[in-house]
T-cell receptor
Framework: AQTVTQSQPEMSVQEAETVTLSCTYD???????LFWYKQPPSRQMILVIR??????QNATENRFSVNFQKAAKSFSLKISDSQLGDTAMYFC????????????????FGQGTILTVHP | DAGVIQSPRHEVTEMGQEVTLRCKPI?????LFWYRQTMMRGLELLIY????????DSGMPEDRFSAKMPNASFSTLKIQPSEPRDSAVYFC????????????FGDGTRLSIL
């Protein structure tokens, strides 16, 4: 079974500072993708960034970047120059492809980390 | 571009009533997913469709839940009869073909069963 663990239920950061959210996963699959989704108080689930397992280069999207450590099965999210609008719950998610195709579409989510950005 | 559209945004109803949640996926997306989010269980995949055909409904909690996709631009999730434990936020998401395509979520429907 695939599992995703976010060990930080809550975090806070001052505006303009940098914060890192942790995520670890457990899988025996080789072909998979990892995602970070953001859920602000408005409730919408917004894709922040994604990482392909076979790519060694860490993904970057503007102020958001990941530190993907495949051997350690770790996928942390770094938010630079934090803004008040970054206040949200952040979910790490995992999806894999197996030969039988039975895993299709089955995103496995972590428990989420509530991030609060203080002015 | 219009995103995934869900209605209603909030639904409050009494136990035993039928509830219908609606979803319009992003045009051109041929996969549609229904999720449920609760504090206890987090985000769970209930069912997904490919080209309007249900592919995997193993996440549907029980026979009171049913989902349909009569055409490429509309899907419903129905609960009949509803129970208080069905109270949750229900999300619809859609994606292009390809197991690794990102899923785009709607704003969700907050369902409260009294």
């Amino acid at each position: 079974a695939q599992t995703v663990t976010q060990s930080q239920p809550e975090m806070s950061v001052q505006e303009a500072e940098t914060v890192t959210l942790s995520c670890t996963y457990d899988t025996s699959e080789n072909n998979y993708y990892l995602f970070w989704y953001k859920q602000p108080p408005s409730r919408q689930m917004i894709l922040v960034i994604r990482q392909e397992a076979y790519k060694q280069q860490n993904a970057t999207e503007n102020r958001f970047s990941v530190n993907f450590q495949k051997a350690a099965k770790s996928f942390s999210l770094k938010i630079s120059d934090s803004q008040l609008g970054d206040t949200a719950m952040y979910f790490c998610a995992f999806i894999y492809s197996n030969a039988g195709g039975t895993s299709y579409g089955k995103l496995t989510f972590g428990q989420g980390t509530i991030l609060t950005v203080h002015p | 571009d219009a995103g995934v559209i869900q209605s209603p945004r909030h639904e409050v109803t009494e136990m035993g009533q039928e509830v219908t949640l609606r979803c319009k996926p992003i045009s051109g997306h041929d996969y549609l997913f229904w999720y449920r989010q609760t504090m206890m269980r987090g985000l769970e995949l209930l069912i997904y469709f490919n080209n309007n055909v249900p592919i995997d409904d193993s996440g549907m909690p029980e026979d009171r839940f049913s989902a349909k996709m009569p055409n490429a631009s509309f899907s419903t999730l129905k609960i009949q009869p509803s129970e208080p434990r069905d109270s949750a936020v229900y999300f619809c998401a859609s994606s292009l073909s390809g197991w690794n395509q990102p899923q785009h979520f709607g704003d969700g429907t907050r369902l409260s069963i009294l």
